[in-house]
């Protein structure tokens, strides 16, 4: 690799450092590194304007926690450039690097081609009311939607396949990706999906019924879900949300985008979810 472009969330800590330490170290090795330019009021959650990514750009490197690779992932979906995250965050499940006397050896496996690549799925929702299309957006980690009002208990009807499933009384519902299910899914009490596997898991927040569990859906399947009351937000990947009313539909199903994911260390993935859920 010798093209790399910089998406760093200048709101945390330390990363300015770690921007400059990137920079200057590819550019001593006759690399190419661009810095993503972001306006000062809009840092930490603006998105990324695709043109001021260079075509010819092999790397995406991204400098914060979890949720700036994310929101990268999704603005610059469909052009398939790898990229790497270093966390400056808290637990950071997506990001390859965490420590500052790691950036160099990594960087130093990028420049020398020592790296594998794995491929995430995205899911795409669409939001209707009747027949009008509201939103239409993909995320890397979940769809969810959630209750407007802290107070308020959530109903809707969930369908797959165009077949009526169930009807829940919740804090909410969401739809996750394997990437996902470590996130809001994880803590809404779903399971943990290996990131490489090609599946969705349906998980109900809070159900005010006992026997509300879990579902996990084939990547061809379908799911529909009809809020049944108002005072409801869906979200994707907790950034481009709206409100809904009794009626409107969501319909979710596997993308066909993908994130590009570099992978360096030799860690398996459930050594990496061990070492985070024991809070090493």
């Not at 769809?143 to 407007?148: S, V, Y």
């Amino acid at each position: 690799m010798k093209h790399f472009y910089i998406i760093a969330n200048l709101d945390k800590e330390y990363v300015q450092e770690a921007q400059v330490f990137i920079k200057a170290y590819l550019e001593a090795k006759g690399a190419e590194c661009l810095l993503h330019h972001t306006p000062e009021r809009t840092r930490g959650g603006a998105h990324i304007d695709g043109a001021q990514v260079p075509g010819d750009t092999e790397c995406v490197i991204t400098i914060g926690g979890d949720g700036t690779l994310i929101q990268a992932a999704r603005d610059l979906a469909g052009r398939n450039i790898p990229m790497l995250g270093v966390n400056r965050g808290h637990l950071g499940y997506l990001n390859q690097v965490s420590r500052q006397e790691d950036i160099a050896p990594v960087l130093e496996s990028l420049l020398n081609e020592r790296y594998q690549l794995e491929r995430r799925m995205m899911i795409h929702g669409t939001a209707r009311r009747k027949e009008e299309t509201l939103l239409k957006d993909i995320a890397l980690n979940e769809i969810a939607i959630t209750r407007k009002d802290p107070l308020k208990v959530l109903r809707y009807s969930v369908y797959v396949n165009d077949e009526y499933l169930n009807e829940y009384a919740a804090d909410g519902v969401l739809v996750a990706t394997p990437t996902g299910s470590t996130a809001y899914n994880l803590s809404a009490g779903g399971p943990v999906i290996a990131p490489g596997a090609r599946m969705m898991v349906l998980t109900p927040i809070c159900s005010h019924s006992l026997n509300a569990r879990s579902i996990v859906l084939a990547p061809e399947d379908k799911v529909r879900i009809k809020v049944l009351n108002s005072g409801q937000v869906v979200s994707f990947d907790g950034d481009t949300s709206m409100e809904l009313k009794a009626g409107d539909c969501i319909d979710i199903r596997c993308s066909e985008l993908q994130t590009v994911m570099i992978k360096l260390k030799q860690i398996s993935f459930m050594q990496n979810l061990s070492n985070h859920l024991g809070g090493i």
